[in-house]
């Protein structure tokens, strides 16, 4: 069957009640049997579920549609999406270890890697993302346990090479990381280019309606249990609820992408056409740096366009208030478009020097591209602009 059809009839077995759409199991635990079910329960003799911080049907079904939307053997849910991405690299570093990474990054990721990994010895190398095949692996040290990155990047919309990064990471034996957020595997699959975990803030494009938190990581059956391990005995887990509602979302994430993409390349192609507005960027733009690039790993340009307004924040302020339709938020990938200041929000904690490395300015302005007609889009956009210039 091909992934449209199996996003959405894979689902929790039928109950004796013979239920058409899956049901919600709300359920902090499980009863067994007996007494030798429960043991072999907990010596992991047998598979099944024991409590819902360990394992739920609801969990499962998402986490199940997710592994085969990426080609990954099996994966893990929990309740956000830092929370999966952290717990890639809590299971698989330790002190000493180090990881390559590039420099473009989602304000918490840099974080985790410059505030939180570095306290336990834990330290990283920063490459620009579009930094050539040779200073990738030059990079790479004796004791380089990962290479960690996220493409298109959050929020220049920079890309890497894919193919390039999982040749080293082969050649060397290393933990090839990805975060597929933006993209979603509609627009690409890293494991096509090599890639062995995979993480998503499910709160994005996987829900795509702005209601629930959660995060997935999936990979293969060997680096998926070290996962599994460090989340059953912290306890990050994914609610019951919220992964019902996740996996019901799941059965669009394809035509919802579809349209994404869609109303994203015409509102960034007029955008490019709007007095004060400069320096657009969008994969499938062909003013992009990485245009080609693009076109060979992304089958479309996906959701998101960044914009600069000239005359800096307070241009951006009063850009902002002049929107009609558009939401001001800090969130993305929901079917209501909606605009960001990444200097000022998602990546405020950067120091400047790194903020001007990764472009982001006080005029920048990250669009996440909705679901609306964009002819209505285009207008507000228009008219926001014009007034306040």
């Given at each position: 069957m091909k992934k449209q059809t199996q996003s959405i009839r894979i689902q929790t077995k039928r109950s004796q009640y013979r239920e058409h759409s899956t049901p919600l199991f709300l359920t902090s635990s499980f009863?067994?049997?007996?007494?030798?079910?429960?043991?072999?329960?907990?010596?992991e003799t047998l598979e099944g579920n024991i409590y819902s911080r360990f394992s739920n049907p609801s969990v499962q079904e998402f986490v199940d549609k997710v592994c085969m939307l990426e080609n990954c053997e099996e994966?893990?849910?929990?309740?956000?999406?830092?929370?999966?991405?952290?717990?890639?690299?809590?299971?698989?570093?330790?002190?000493?270890?180090?990881?390559?990474?590039?420099?473009?990054?989602?304000?918490s990721a840099h974080q985790i890697l410059t505030q939180i990994l570095s306290k336990w010895g834990v330290t990283h190398t920063y490459l620009d993302a579009t930094a050539p095949e040779s200073?990738?692996?030059?990079a790479v040290q004796p004791n380089t346990r990962m290479i960690y990155l996220e493409t298109p990047s959050n929020p220049g919309l920079e890309l890497v090479d894919m193919a390039m990064v999982g040749r080293i990471a082969k050649k060397h034996n290393l933990i090839y990381y990805v975060d597929n957020c933006f993209a979603?595997?509609?627009?690409?699959?890293?494991?096509?280019?090599?890639?062995?975990?995979?993480?998503?803030?499910?709160?994005?494009?996987?829900?795509?309606?702005?209601?629930?938190?959660?995060?997935?990581?999936?990979?293969?059956?060997?680096?998926?249990?070290?996962?599994?391990?460090?989340?059953r005995h912290t306890g990050p887990s994914m609610s019951p609820f919220n992964a019902w509602v996740l996996s019901k979302s799941l059965e669009t994430l394809e035509i919802r992408m579809q349209r994404h993409c869609e109303n994203a390349i015409k509102l960034a192609k007029a955008l490019e056409k709007m007095e004060g507005v400069i320096n657009v960027k969008y994969p499938h733009l062909?003013?992009?740096?990485?245009?080609?690039?693009?076109?060979?790993?992304?089958?479309?340009?996906?959701?998101?366009?960044?914009?600069?307004?000239?005359?800096?924040?307070?241009?951006?302020?009063?850009?902002?208030?002049?929107?009609?339709i558009v939401s001001l938020s800090s969130n993305l990938g929901d079917s209501r478009?909606?605009?960001?200041?990444?200097?000022?929000?998602?990546?405020?904690?950067?120091?400047?020097?790194?903020?001007?490395?990764?472009?982001?300015?006080?005029?920048?302005?990250?669009?996440?591209?909705?679901?609306?007609?964009?002819?209505?889009?285009?207008?507000?956009?228009?008219?926001?602009?014009?007034?306040?210039?």
């Open positions: 009863c067994f049997e007996d007494a030798e079910q429960g043991k072999a329960l907990f010596d994966g893990l849910a929990t309740a956000t999406g830092m929370a999966a991405v952290f717990a890639g690299f809590a299971a698989h570093l330790k002190s000493g270890d180090h990881v390559v990474s590039s420099r473009a990054l989602f304000g200073e990738w692996e030059a979603t595997p509609i627009i690409h699959t890293p494991t096509d280019y090599g890639a062995n975990l995979i993480v998503h803030s499910a709160t994005k494009f996987m829900d795509g309606q702005g209601r629930v938190l959660g995060g997935v990581i999936t990979g293969t059956k060997e680096l998926i249990a070290p996962v599994r391990f460090f989340c062909p003013s992009h740096p990485q245009y080609e690039l693009a076109k060979k790993q992304m089958k479309a340009g996906g959701a998101i366009v960044t914009f600069e307004l000239e005359g800096g924040f307070e241009r951006v302020t009063r850009f902002t208030q002049k929107l009609k478009t909606i605009i960001t200041n990444p200097n000022t929000t998602t990546h405020s904690k950067l120091p400047k020097e790194d903020k001007v490395k990764l472009g982001i300015t006080e005029g920048l302005i990250r669009l996440s591209v909705g679901l609306e007609d964009v002819s209505d889009l285009i207008a507000d956009f228009k008219q926001a602009a014009k007034k306040s210039m």
